[in-house]
């Protein structure tokens, strides 16, 4: 099965700036980039999908970030996609309850694309 990364952002110039910084893995390791632009939306393509790794905004139209990773990890046919948190919620209040509903990282805007790509890699299994 190829590898899949699901980034589910409302921001288009986030969206594009992540999509820029991780596509030397869809060209380098075949991993399929595939975008969102709101929760609801970003549900129906990890259940649909099935990426490995989801880069998730928090606060998004229709269905946020903390209820998309919820709905993922009550799933038992998902719980093993690894969500990652990517917001500009900064608060420590916020970053518990991302990670106590399951988030594998939380990672705070504005973010190092370098930082995403590494992560990314790392949680891909890809050894460059």
């Known amino acids: 099965m190829g590898k899949k990364l699901l980034i589910i952002e409302d921001e288009l110039h ?6 820029q910084a991780l596509e030397d893995l869809a060209d380098e390791f075949a991993v399929e980039i595939l975008t ?3 929760g609801e939306e970003g549900l129906a393509l990890i259940k649909t999908e ?3 790794v989801v880069f998730l ?3 998004m139209p229709k269905m946020n970030g903390y ?6 990890k009550n799933d038992p046919e998902l719980k093993d996609t690894v969500v990652v948190l990517l917001t500009a919620k900064g608060q420590e209040a916020d970053k ?3 990670l ?6 939380y990672m705070t805007k504005p973010f190092d694309p370098d930082e995403v790509v590494d992560l990314a890699k790392e ?3 890809i050894v460059d």
């Open 14 to 19: 986030i969206r594009t700036l992540l999509e």
């Open 36 to 38: 969102a632009a709101d």
């Open 50 to 52: 099935r990426p490995q």
């Open 57 to 59: 905004d928090i606060m």
């Open 96 to 98: 518990k309850k991302g």
């Open 123 to 125: 949680l891909l299994q």
């Open 67 to 72: 209820e998309v990773c919820t709905a993922v």
């Open 100 to 105: 106590e509903i399951g988030a594998y990282d």
